[in-house]
């Protein structure tokens, strides 16, 4: 089971952070990542980071605004870092995870297998 928290109203320019607690089984192994929907939108890839840390991929529409990271003491927890936010960036943000995801599919929703709940992320002009 995976719970995203940490959503809100902000302003243009503002930041959030986005959680994600996993439990009931061993994320720890698993790819962990956030997509993101906006109404009338498909759901769309923002970041994903593997299990050891050392390999992290970001959409290029939040590089370099966005950070994922993976809590070092508790690998189960992620968080979504979230700077300099854009009106487009309003969404309901999902955090996901999956197994054996090849590099050439990480931004693909159906190749993760558990998803968590969405958190609401409303940014204003």
């Known amino acids: 089971q995976l719970q995203a928290s940490g959503g809100g109203l902000v302003q243009a320019g503002g930041s959030l952070r986005l959680s994600c607690a996993a439990s009931?089984?061993?994320?720890?192994?698993?790819?962990m990542g956030w997509f993101r929907q906006a109404p009338g939108k498909v759901r769309e890839f923002v970041a994903t980071?593997?299990?050891?840390?050392?390999?992290?991929?970001y959409a290029d529409s939040v590089k370099g605004r966005f950070t994922i990271s993976r809590d070092s003491a508790n690998k189960n927890t992620v968080y979504l870092q979230m700077n300099n936010l854009k009106p487009e960036d309003t969404a309901v943000y999902f955090c996901a995870a999956g197994s054996g995801i090849i590099a050439s599919s990480i931004s693909t929703a159906t190749r993760y297998d558990y998803w968590g709940q969405g958190t609401q992320v409303t940014v204003s002009s």
């Open positions: 009931g089984r061993t994320f720890t192994v698993y790819t």
């Open positions: 980071i593997r299990r050891s840390g050392d390999s992290i991929y």
